[in-house]
């Protein structure tokens, strides 16, 4: 509510004032504003008027409009002379309406139980409501207004008995509007006898000549100071414990006007909370279903993963949202396996011995190379390096004494450049066998040479492969695997390799069948079981623990459908 000048009366400058009396308008205005969480009845205010200025209200809503109740007086013209009041006997009707003893009649109550009075200056009243015309009660000729009195009056039938004879005489004052911080009262004038001071009706008096009563301050010293207490804030969390905080001003009233003042004026009393402590409902939990996840990466930096969820308090997966997201842990995080390891990449043994007769090898090239994207676990390649030889004999050679040169070794390698060796030895062939003599018998004959360089063709390329790596499980099937690359000249990655020799790059092992182990202390020590697993507590360590065989059986079962994915 406020005047047109803008000045505030109750609620103004986006502040809420507490329930109690505010001035305003030439009147005093009663506010109420009902438990906001115990009752559904709305704000309401009150004044008994008369108001002398035009007062705007209005109304600040987040639902739909509730709508507004309200009721008003005017003054009628079928005006009732005050002298008749005295004289009417208790009982009679008063107006048409029998009045009870006391001078008013009970009015019907108004919108959220309030109830609204009218002054009765000279006239009865006329109601009107946005409802329906309800009574109001008339006030007692010796209570007066703490306000200003109404100097319009009806006209009042002459009487004979006015003369001089009588003259207005000021008969105390009104109360003060304010039992302190500077209030207002007026004075009471009555129309009395010269002689005998006693109160008579206006009539006899001149009305003209009655004084205008004259505002008087009252009560000037200043109210104490109390804590203004503002509404508290919504709470911080929506679930889970939270905080809430409401404003505490230190305020003293003076000339009708709330001021802030200094909080040490207040600290005759103790000051108010400005912080609590609240809590809407309980907070859903984050829980981790799984065990990280392998790295997705034998070597080098890769990833892991785990199964988060959302928990209700009763056990039951609801949206992450009903979490706090702040503390939701990772699901998926880096890896790192370290530097990526080395395996050593052998070709199959050559079909050819290198003697044609005696004594001979057979080769295969072996490379030790990086491991590129990988499901092996490999490790370094180390000093284990396959053997590039092996010893192979194709017989006995015959012949005189000569130099006997082997048959020349298939090349080191199957393309490009590479070397060929031969046995060179002293020998005296018989006719069915060779003897082999020292090196000195043979040394007026030209040796011939032990190894030559060879180049069979152009590298286009061939298969590698690493060795097999352990069992993926040590019973009922798994897998081994190994690397198999396709390399060309130069040792570097092609895809030249003929696709149908490429070697088996994975192959099942460990078959036989596995010995499950019994736990001893996991026993189910209710009979209702079936009843936890059904409602899902077996997520808590308790239930867990007390119904143990029937909640690794619904997590085994679990894991087994997770595993076939």
Known sequence: MRSRSGRSIING???IDRPGKYEGGGTMFTYKRPNEISSTAGESFLAEGPTNEILDVYMIHQQPNPGVHYEYVIMGSNAISPQVLPHRRPGEPFNGQLVPEGGSQQEGEGKEGDEEKADVHGGAPEIFTSESAQTFPVRHPDRFSPHRPDNVVPPAPQTPRRSRDH??????TTECS???GKGSQYPIFRCVNRNTHEEVPESYCDLSMKPTPEEEPCNIFPCPAFWDIGEWSECSKTCGLGMQHRQVLCRQVYANRSLTVQPYRCQHLEKPETT?????KICSEWQIRTDWTSCSVPCGVGQRTRDVKCVSNIGDVVDDEECNMKLRPNDIENCDMGPCAKSWFLTEWSERCSAECGAGVRTRSVVCMTSHVSSLPLEGCGNNRPVEATPCDNGPCTGEVEWFAGSWSQCSIECGSGTQQREVIC???NADTFEVLDPYECSFLERPPSQQSCHLKPCGAKWFNTEWSMCSKSCQGGFRVREVRCLSDEMTLSNLCDPQLKPEEKESCNP????????ENC???YYNCNVVVQARLCVYN???TACCVSCTRVANRHSGFLGSR
């Open 276 to 280: 609590s402590t609240c809590q809407l």
């Open 512 to 519: 036989q069948d596995c010995v499950p182990e019994v736990d």
């Open 427 to 429: 020998v005296r062939k």
């Open 178 to 180: 304010t039992t302190c």
């Open 542 to 544: 308790y239930y867990k």
């Open 13 to 15: 400058n986006w502040a």
């Open 523 to 525: 026993k189910d020590r």
């Open 167 to 172: 003259n207005w005489k000021q008969l105390g």
